[in-house]
């Protein structure tokens, strides 16, 4: 069952306990992230902050460029805004790595 309130949209649920309760539908963006690691030392943390976010991700695709020493990782994602972000801040504030985030126009709402 799902009621609309204010413009936002709630889905009827049954939780583990087995309790009815409402649960906000959040809207989610799709979104590229781009990230260029330039010290080898924080790839190790850019994987894991990744995996983390695995239910997000569509896919992604990582490019060794051994003659410059840095690794590319291009990774498409379907997530609340909040969570691209945080996931790109997160990930931006790690030692050598930038990262740039492009996002479409395209919202829907999170099944």
Do not use: C
């Amino acid at each position: 069952m799902k009621i609309r309130t204010e413009g936002q949209i709630f889905d009827l649920v049954i939780d583990d306990k087995m309790e009815l309760i409402w649960r906000k539908k959040l809207e989610t963006r799709v979104a590229v992230i781009a990230i260029i690691i330039e010290d080898g030392s924080s790839a190790q943390e850019v994987n894991e902050l990744l995996h983390g976010a695995a239910q997000y991700i569509i896919g992604r695709m990582g490019i060794p460029y051994r003659d410059k020493g840095i690794s590319i990782i291009s990774i498409a994602i379907d997530a609340p805004q909040d969570v691209i972000s945080t996931l790109s801040g997160k990930i931006g504030r790690l030692k050598g790595v930038s990262v740039k985030t492009a996002y479409s126009n395209v919202v829907s709402k999170e099944n």
